[in-house]
């Protein structure tokens, strides 16, 4: 799912990620002279931002995709990136003063196994802070195109159910990981769009639930959903706001 080039998923999501990153660092209270990590870094929307705060030597990374991780060590070379798993993280408990995982915990196979790695590698008193798109309630990136292909399949499976996308639900999670006192949030970005096709494209492209269900459509399928898309988006130009559920907590 997440096995694609990181051109793709930078087309796909990075529009979203960068600007929801900017806020996330605001909220797990980054500072210079610290040491972080990024759990799940994808292609670098968040470990560039921390490295901009306290430089790319003091930042770690990791993620199981091979391109992404790839794709990070060319852009931020002097980032201590690993290919791991949240569930699994490769450092000694205590290491870090930030801890955070942007559009991650929802993918995670365990998230409160992932939760609980971020609690052990952190620092006593670090910031533990994590953050997921609201595919639930309607104010995520991929909202519309979800509405759409329910209106065509009303069975289809979509991202409402996945680990923190309901609204309360990360909070639970970082409970249920042990940490005391969870501080829910919410984070809203905008994004601007020229045109449709710019848009559109980006689901063609096989990245993530949105884009395997695309590519499992027969030709005319692919076609019906994307003018009943056309129809349910506003004329061109328009943005698409952004809502992801965020969690911030002492470890």
Do not use: K
Request: negative net charge; hydrophobic residues 45%; glycine residues 8%.
């Amino acid at each position: 799912m997440f096995d694609v080039a990181a051109q793709s998923y930078q087309r796909f999501m990075g529009r979203f990620s960068e600007p929801l990153a900017d806020r996330f660092v605001l909220l797990g209270d980054v500072q210079a002279g610290q040491r972080v990590l990024d759990v799940g870094c994808g292609i670098g929307a968040l470990t560039a931002r921390l490295a901009a705060v306290v430089g790319e030597d003091a930042v770690a990374a990791v993620d199981p995709s091979a391109p992404f991780v790839n794709a990070v060590h060319a852009r931020l070379p002097q980032v201590d990136l690993h290919r791991a798993s949240a569930e699994d993280l490769p450092f000694p408990d205590g290491r870090f003063n930030a801890v955070l995982a942007q559009l991650v915990v929802h993918f995670m196979a365990d998230p409160v196994v992932g939760l609980r790695e971020m609690r052990r590698v952190a620092a006593p008193g670090a910031q533990v802070a994590a953050c997921v798109w609201d595919h639930e309630g309607g104010t995520g990136p991929l909202s519309t195109f979800w509405s759409t292909v329910h209106d065509l399949d009303p069975d289809a499976p979509d991202e409402s159910g996945l680990a923190g996308s309901r609204e309360g639900h990360l909070s639970e999670l970082f409970a249920e990981a042990g940490f005391a006192d969870p501080e829910p949030s919410a984070l809203t970005v905008t994004v601007p769009f020229a045109t449709f096709d710019e848009w559109w494209e980006p689901f063609t492209l096989g990245v993530g639930p949105a884009g395997a269900y695309v590519a499992d459509l027969a030709p005319d399928g692919v076609a019906e959903l994307r003018e009943r898309c056309r129809a349910a988006l506003p004329t061109p130009p328009f943005d698409v706001p952004a809502t992801a559920w965020a969690v911030r907590a002492r470890s």
